[in-house]
């Protein structure tokens, strides 16, 4: 007889019951608690699913009505306009951003959804809504974390009807603050080698609309976003709602003030080209938006992302493998890489404590410049006589991992793939091939792509002792044809391309469970929750310049896990000609995933003993940096000074990261406060260097939160980090 196990019970939902829904029938509502926050929605007199509440935890049933419309304001804006709809349909004198829009095989393009049917998840809630005439049903899915609050929503979106449907916007949902003025947008903007810059501004009447066109989640805008109560919050205090999309494809987050004080966020896919035909009984799935509250802040909103990230998004959970010490061969040797060179590279690197070994580009096909070789990834035997072997076996015999580099959706027009394969690369017949760094995309909708991707990926890694695969992808989209499908159907390119992707990663680690893989795009270009559930870690930046960094790290930590966040160590003079000491490169890489990206081969005697001083201080504190919690006590964007601290999810370790640019005129550096200690704690205080005054060998938490302490942080970037064990 089969049995079930009660492991595998607990994870399917249980119909009428769960641990963070409920609905009040009486009212028809449905409230859902998790961590410190509430959100509530309810079915209205005329049967539209209307939000209610999204905020701090509410304590009593009793105090929430029954779901009213809000009324016409003049004959402008009707009531289907001011009222919050969770869900609301194009149609019916709709004016704010839809959460879908269709057009009917018979042309009426006019969508009213109403409350159908719904049921409660073991984690939250399922409502299906249906048109008023058409048999156009949408799932909306909400799931609560009942820790963090985190919400996550999703629509499917399916076509009953007998004939062919077109979907002109799939959006996860609408999203409500409460009404007023003032808020603060905060959003991640930048360029490559500049990413995810902060950027903070008043939302206004009207709208404002983050998004990518570019194929990807972007360089230039991350789908993430917070928003902030009257402008005021900082790190410790003020109510943030903040969201992000788990999408790598085209995203949209519409942002608006309506001229009703209504605050509302809709995130999905992104409209622009967009158009994709169901069939009768097809269905389409929008990307989900994540979504948390806190009143504690940017700091705590970080803090409480972070934590849901580990613990339900990215792979293994949170008690998942430390990111090991990467050394990664790219800025050392660039395309110039072959088995003696490669192997001298590896044993300076396991001297110092590196742990996994990354050979980068130019390994395979006829790969020496970035004009030529993308497509065929079969091993350069000019360079690598004993195959891959020969290299591998020795990184093992130092005791390292041996990780590679890919770019499997790319093809140089000089390589045999492309030869063979023309018609793969993404274009539109009889139209130019725009190229960027010499390479086209493959048109990874295509099932043979596909099936081509999986092939060789999972050929390598079978026939090779790789436990991890960086994943690069160097450019953005062109000519988006997908020529070989009907041309009602060549849309659907922006979705299907992302879902193979998707597949081609799924079935890559289920086939291969040791494999980790690093998600890189000429450096953050492809970093979101929908590539993050499928890898250990992302590029954060090609930018590896100390200083430049810290800013991007900071904007990223906004957003992202510091467990994902891949940062090296790499030589001067870097990027703006600047060079830092090689203390300073390295305590800026530690706050993070710690990689050495550097040639080694020039590297002084000196660098390898402070480098492995350091990697052994970072073997001893990374389990609090990439697990703990985050507290950036002072930012690179308002001073001099940058520090930031972690504290391990027990409270037993906590350490301190503290960056001067510049002292001027003699001015000691400013006072650093410590958070998130325990007050009536004692710590034993871990130096790697003088830079804390005295010889205290114990501080308390009270001291530490509330006198703080004054560093002997001197001159042009210096550094420091100390560690704090609580006894
Ligand atoms: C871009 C990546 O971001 C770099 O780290 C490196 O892997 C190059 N591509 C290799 O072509």
């Given amino acids: 007889m089969k049995t079930v196990s009660l492991a595998v019970l607990a994870l399917l939902p249980v119909f009428g019951q769960s641990t963070v829904a409920r609905y009040l029938e009486d009212r028809k509502l449905w409230v859902l608690d998790g961590g410190n926050v509430t959100y509530a929605m309810g079915v209205n007199e005329r049967q539209e699913l209307q939000h209610v509440y999204w905020g701090k935890r509410l304590t009593r049933d009793a105090d929430l009505g029954a779901v009213r419309s809000t009324p016409d304001w003049a004959s402008f804006d009707l009531t289907t306009t001011t009222t919050p709809q969770e869900y609301p349909g194009w149609g019916a004198g709709l004016y704010v951003e839809p959460s879908v829009k269709v057009t009917f095989a018979d042309g009426n393009r006019d969508l009213v959804l109403h409350y159908a049917s719904h049921r409660l998840l073991a984690t939250g809630l399922e409502v299906a809504l249906k048109d008023i005439r058409y048999n156009l049903n949408v799932t909306l899915t909400y799931r609560m974390d009942p820790e963090t609050g985190l919400l996550q929503r999703q629509a499917r979106i399916a076509n009953n009807t007998d004939k062919d449907i077109v979907i002109e916007s799939a959006q996860a949902g609408a999203l409500y603050l409460p009404r007023g003025e003032g808020y603060r947008l905060t959003s991640l903007t930048g360029r490559w080698a500049g990413e995810t810059q902060i950027q903070r501004t008043l939302i206004r ?32 205090r003020g109510d943030v709602w903040f969201g992000a999309l788990g999408w790598s494809g085209n995203w949209r987050v ?47 909103a970080s803090r409480l992302f972070h934590r849901y990230q580990r613990a339900h998004i990215m792979p293994g959970g949170l008690n998942v493998r430390l990111r090991p010490v990467l050394y990664n061969s790219w800025e050392a040797t660039e395309f110039a890489v072959d088995e003696p060179g490669q192997k001298a590279l590896a044993e300076k690197a396991a001297k110092i404590g590196v742990e996994r070994f990354v050979m980068d580009d130019g390994w395979f096909g006829a790969r020496n410049s970035d004009h030529a070789g993308l497509g065929d990834w079969t091993v350069n035997r000019k360079k690598f006589p004993n195959g ?30 492309y030869r063979a394969h023309p018609d793969w690369a993404m274009h539109f017949p009889n139209r130019p091939r725009t190229e960027a760094r010499n390479q086209m995309l493959l048109n990874l909708a295509r099932d043979d792509v596909k099936e081509y991707l999986f092939g060789f990926l999972d050929k390598l890694v079978s026939e090779n002792n790789i436990a991890f695969l960086k994943w690069d992808y160097n450019r953005n989209w062109s000519e988006p044809g997908w020529p070989e499908t009907a041309p009602a159907d060549q849309k659907k390119i922006w979705v299907q391309y992302v879902l193979n992707l998707y597949e081609v990663l799924d079935r890559l680690r289920a086939k291969h469970p040791k494999l980790e893989i690093e998600s890189c795009s000429g450096g953050g270009g492809r970093i979101d929750l929908g590539i993050m559930k499928r890898v250990e870690q992302v590029w954060t930046s090609d930018n590896t310049e100390a200083y ?52 080694l081969n020039k590297w002084p005697q000196e660098d390898f003993a402070l480098a492995s001083k350091l990697v052994d201080y970072y073997k001893g504190v990374r389990r609090t940096v990439q697990e703990g919690k985050l507290y950036r006590l002072a930012s690179p964007m308002e001073g001099d000074l940058t520090a930031n601290q972690y504290v391990s999810e027990e409270g037993k370790q906590a350490v301190l990261f503290a960056f001067l640019r510049s002292q001027q005129y003699g001015r000691p550096a400013p ?52 560690a704090f064990e609580r006894e």
Avoid: C
Avoid at 217 to 235: C, L, M, T, Y
Avoid at 285 to 295: H, K, N, Q, R, V
Avoid at 676 to 689: F, H, S
């Fill in 671 to 722: 006072v650093i406060y410590l958070k998130g200690l325990d007050a009536n704690a004692v710590y034993r205080v871990r130096r790697i260097d003088d830079k804390l005054p005295g010889n205290a060998e114990r501080l308390s938490g009270a001291f530490l939160m509330n006198h703080g302490l004054q560093l002997q942080l001197k001159g042009d970037y210096d550094s420091t980090s100390i």
């Fill in 388 to 417: 891959l072997g020969g290299l591998i076996r020795h990184v093992n015999g130092l005791g390292m991992e041996f990780g590679l580099w890919v770019e499997p959706e790319m093809v140089n027009a000089d390589s045999d793939l």
């Fill in 548 to 599: 430049d960094r810290l800013r991007i790290q900071e904007g990223f930590s906004q957003a992202y896990a510091a467990r994902a966040m891949m940062a090296w160590v790499t030589d001067v003079p870097n990027m703006n000609g600047r060079s830092t000491p090689l203390k300073y490169r390295f305590l800026v890489a530690m706050q993070g995933s710690l990689g050495i990206g550097a040639n």
């Fill in 205 to 236: 009447s009207g709208e404002q609309v983050l998004e990518s066109r570019r194929g990807s989640s972007s360089h230039q805008v991350n789908p993430w976003f917070a928003i902030d109560r009257g402008g005021k919050a900082d790190e410790d």
């Fill in 254 to 300: 519409t942002v608006e003030q309506t001229p009703h004080q209504q605050v509302r966020v809709t995130g999905g896919l992104n409209t622009f080209d967009f158009g994709y035909r169901l069939s009768p009984g097809q269905s389409l799935e929008t990307p989900p938006l994540y979504a948390g509250y806190t009143d504690g802040g940017f700091g705590e």
